[in-house]
């Protein structure tokens, strides 16, 4: 348990200096909702659910966002060019403490006309902007660590000895045997490459590392690179744990639909509830110019790191473990 | 068949007929793709201990364990001994083989024994753990006014936490044995 005057006075400060980096860069703050109707379609998911009902007795099905991306992307859709905004996100099925809490702070922004490569910059300035505001001398290593870009080929090429550019699933089977690792005769292609990845490089991320390019079928909403065998996505991890998850985002709403219904399709074989697809989404989705950045980052997961601390539950006021 | 998903600390996972025990688990939610149970896990027979990653959808046979409430009695070097208050029948676990838990014993504690074919393997402990305060320094004066300020206490096993400020000798606290902190005064 650490002083909550500490928690409280941390966490001001480090909202404070978002908000001041993106306004000194002409971004917009907007606020979204956290009620929708369609909540995020990632496989691996689970929003918590609910019932809306009107005065008159109508009744929607309705969820907690996972993401504020749809909301973010239909105002990119309107013509807005640089937003970013701070919410509370949901996920239910969570670990409570750790790294996981169901109820976290998640801040994601967005800028048309750019790419991953410059919002991997921008992500960096804004962190060290952030750290210079938290001044404490015991963080001191922490803060000095500077950030590397690595891309994924070339993690697998250093750790595993395997190329990425024509790894089949075979492929990945062998380096997964040949490591000793546990693999099940359903495995697909993304699910030994994570395997391998989760043993193999992700215990070897120290300090601040930016992973770039991951495999296409780990592509999530990213455009693909120009040779079509990644996704233009990026992870940041500091001190081994993943902070924010950004993109070169996807503006094709044919590509778009079709992921939608894969995703759909995933969900249904998990035996999780298919939300329905947002077709206001859609019908904006070509109006976001190409190349648009993307980043959502978990700002409780920051403020760890920034304060050495290791434990979610030491960052926030009213962590799950004290309300359930 | 079970799920990953239902992996708990003291889980005794059967993999090919090789039993092992679950020491540690997280979930890990990638960006895209499905989602992993990482666990450590030690082999019952060897000893040996070993990461393993499962995927949530995978299916795994869990050894059928038996959680025993026992108190603990002794330790007598790498053994530690605890005993059914029913039928007075004693086990010893090694020291290796509960290391996590090792801080917080004292004499008398309830805690789950993992019983496998007549054979104690571990032991899991309540999650929250009342003992004394056998020592700290009064608060000093002020810090009580801002509220939760932090202090060294020794607890009557010999434990070393932080408490609030406000606790003083005698007190008798609650400690959370999976993070060995201060949860609450128990009046």
């Known amino acids: ?324 | 068949m079970s799920s990953p998903n239902d992996i708990k600390k003291g889980t005794v996972v059967n993999i090919n007929g090789e039993l092992w025990l679950v020491t540690y688990f997280q979930r890990v939610s990638p960006g895209k793709g499905s989602s992993f149970v990482r666990t450590k896990m030690k082999n019952i027979k060897t000893g040996k201990v070993q990461e393993t990653n499962f995927k949530s959808a995978e299916s795994l046979t869990f050894e059928d364990v038996q959680y025993k409430k026992m108190q603990y009695l002794y330790n007598d070097g790498n053994l530690y001994t605890f005993m059914d208050n029913t039928t007075y029948e004693q086990v010893s676990i090694a020291k290796a083989d509960m290391e996590d838990s090792i801080p917080y014993l004292k004499e008398g504690l309830e805690a789950n024994v993992v019983m496998h074919e007549g054979q104690a393997l571990s032991v899991t402990l309540p999650q929250k753990v009342e003992y004394f305060v056998v020592y700290t320094e009064p608060a000093v004066k002020g810090d009580t006014a801002s509220g939760n300020v932090l202090k060294e206490a020794e607890l009557d096993n010999g434990l070393k936490v932080r408490v609030p400020s406000f606790i003083t000798q005698g007190d008798h606290v609650l400690i959370n044995t999976d993070t060995g902190e201060y949860t609450e005064r128990v009046n």
Request: with cysteine; glycine share 6%.
């Open chain 1, 1 to 324: 348990m650490r002083p909550i005057g500490n928690i409280i006075h941390e966490r001001q400060m480090m909202n404070d200096s978002i908000r001041s980096f993106f306004n000194s860069r002409g971004y917009l703050e907007v606020e979204t909702p956290i009620l929708v109707q369609s909540p995020g379609m990632e496989p691996n998911l689970s929003p918590f659910e609910t019932i809306v009902r009107e005065s008159n007795g109508i009744e929607h099905r309705a969820a907690l966002i996972t993401s504020p991306e749809y909301s973010m992307k239909k105002l990119l859709g309107h013509g807005l060019e640089k937003i970013f905004t701070i919410t509370k996100v949901f996920r239910n099925d969570e670990t409570f403490g750790g790294n996981h809490n169901p109820e976290f702070s998640m801040l994601e922004w967005y800028q048309q006309g750019a790419d991953y490569q410059v919002c991997m910059e921008e992500t960096e300035e804004l962190i060290e902007l952030v750290k210079f505001e938290i001044r404490n001398p015991k963080y001191e290593e922490i803060r000095n660590t500077k950030f590397e870009k690595k891309r994924m080929r070339d993690l697998f090429l250093q750790y595993i000895k395997i190329d990425l550019d024509n790894a089949d699933c075979k492929m990945l089977f062998d380096a997964c045997a040949s490591h000793g690792i546990h693999t099940t005769s359903n495995d697909t292609e993304s699910d030994l490459f994570y395997r391998l990845f989760l043993t193999k490089i992700e215990p070897n991320l120290s300090g601040n590392v930016f992973v770039y390019d991951y495999p296409k079928y780990q592509a999530s909403l990213s455009r693909l690179t120009s040779d079509g065998k990644y996704g233009e996505r990026f992870e940041l991890y500091m001190n081994g744990l993943e902070l924010c998850n950004g993109f070169t985002e996807l503006t094709d709403e044919n590509e778009q639909r079709k992921r939608f219904e894969e995703e759909a399709q995933e969900r249904k074989q998990a035996g999780k509830t298919i939300h329905p697809i947002d077709e206001e989404l859609l019908s904006l989705l070509p109006s976001v110019r190409t190349p648009t950045f993307g980043n959502a980052l978990g700002i409780d997961r920051l403020h760890m790191i920034l304060t050495g601390q290791t434990k979610i539950e030491d960052v926030i006021l009213f962590p799950a473990s004290s309300l359930f």
